[in-house]
């Protein structure tokens, strides 16, 4: 079967500019290296039906294969620069969402 890309879908709230602006400086170089693509971010998203997400930041971003995304996620490059993202953030999620398979 062929890779299908995953979409990331996040939302979070800043809670220290400083430690978060370190975490985007490092942020996508290593995105690159596993073939994401930063798709975009809103911060005053509008939900239209459902439960609101906690206000904040969503972003989008997208990766060529589930397995691209989990090596991403699991470089250990990743998790350094993500200690600011946690300390400067209160994440509500960080959701990956499988595209659908090529047709044929």
Same mark, same amino acid.
């Given at each position: 079967m062929?890779?299908?890309?995953?979409?990331?879908?996040?939302?979070?709230?800043?809670?220290?500019?400083?430690?978060?602006?370190?975490?985007?400086?490092?942020?996508?170089? =290593? %995105?690159?290296?596993?073939?994401? +693509?930063?798709?975009?971010? *809103?911060?005053? &998203?509008?939900?239209?039906?459902?439960t #609101?997400?906690?206000?904040?930041?969503? =972003? %989008?971003?997208?990766?060529?294969? +589930?397995?691209?995304?989990? *090596?991403?996620? &699991?470089?250990?490059?990743?998790?350094? #620069?993500s200690?600011?993202?946690?300390?400067?953030?209160?994440?509500?999620?960080?959701?990956?969402?499988?595209?659908?398979?090529?047709?044929?």
């Open positions: 062929a890779d299908v890309p995953v979409y990331m879908v996040v939302n979070l709230h800043i809670t220290d500019k400083d430690e978060y602006r370190k975490y985007e400086k490092s942020f996508f170089p =290593i %995105l690159k290296k596993y073939g994401g +693509e930063f798709l975009t971010y *809103d911060d005053s &998203a509008e939900t239209l039906e459902g #609101i997400p906690r206000e904040g930041r969503m =972003i %989008l971003f997208t990766f060529p294969s +589930e397995q691209a995304a989990k *090596d991403w996620y &699991a470089d250990a490059d990743y998790q350094a #620069i200690e600011h993202r946690r300390a400067g953030t209160n994440m509500e999620f960080l959701t990956m969402v499988k595209g659908l398979p090529p047709r044929d």
